[in-house]
């Protein structure tokens, strides 16, 4: 096995299907929540941020740079990028597998791997998400704010990406649908037909109802039903303005490559 998140769903070619891509889905909800909820008990520690501090020797970039990339390779070492559902942020390099690891089944067509939105959601992470739901100031906590962020970029980029299962899926259902705009690359005829509004708005609504749960204050006896861990309509915020749309493009990406 590999280090794989628990939410991972190693779907075969006979397991695929609308419901368990969208119970996938709804438990990477959870996940996305518990991230924040964690990145959250620190301050935003911007000097993690600076790449101009050189906080590491012969390093050029950023503290968190440097803290993702080793991760990064360390896990791929334990055969965590051979998962169909886990994209790297720093993909050049990474070491091989030095571990038997689990035989994914080819449920993705090949060009999958060519997909690869992490720039967009490390831009989207650092420069707009988190200066929303962090507190100013500096804890010297830089390991461990490092390591909450790291949990939330795989997390994000994780259910992001999980739109090539959407895809796949969709796709699979009703070809005669697709084909025909895949081959013309209409972008914009895939996205309306990826686009269901209300299905939207129902994932706004229940992401926000569990950060108002997962971030409840709770004591014995009793719970505030107003101080919150982080703000619901924030997740609520990030869903709509850059986990669907991102979501979408990693599915009309994937679609435009699908009969190559």
């Keep these: 096995m590999t280090m794989a998140d628990g939410n991972s769903m190693c779907h075969s070619g006979n397991d695929l ?12 909800e959870d996940t996305i929540v518990f991230s924040l909820i ?31 990339k080793e991760t990064e390779a360390i896990q791929a070492k334990a055969g965590r990028y051979e998962n169909p559902e886990e994209t790297p942020f720093f993909p050049n390099d990474l070491p091989p597998p030095l571990v038997p690891t689990h035989k ?6 090949l060009a999958a791997a060519s997909v690869n939105m992490n720039e967009d959601i490390w831009d989207m992470y650092f420069n707009k998400l988190l200066p929303l739901f962090v507190a100013e100031g500096d804890d010297g906590n830089y390991a461990s704010t490092a390591a909450s962020d790291l949990n939330c970029l795989q997390a994000l980029s994780r259910r992001i990406h999980y739109g090539k299962f959407v895809a796949e899926v969709k796709y699979r259902e009703a070809p005669q649908d697709y084909e025909p705009l895949i081959r013309a690359k209409d972008r914009d005829g895939l996205m309306s037909l990826l686009t269901f509004k209300n299905v939207e708005e129902m994932v706004k609504k229940r992401v926000a109802k569990k950060a108002m749960v997962f971030g409840q204050e709770v004591t014995v006896g009793n719970y505030s039903s107003e101080n919150y861990k982080v703000d619901p309509s924030i997740v609520s915020n990030l869903y709509s303005e850059w986990v669907m749309p991102l979501t979408k493009l990693v599915e009309v990406e994937y679609l435009l490559r699908r009969l190559d």
Excluded: C, K, W
């Excluded at 299907?17 to 990477?28: A, K, P």
């Design 38 to 68: 964690e990145r959250a008990r620190y301050p935003v520690n911007s000097r993690l941020y600076n790449q101009t501090l050189g906080l590491i020797s012969g390093f050029s970039g950023s503290l968190v740079q440097f803290i993702v």
């Design 17 to 28: 299907n609308l419901g368990s891509v969208r119970d996938s889905l709804i438990r990477q």
């Design 104 to 109: 994914y089944p080819q449920v993705l067509h």
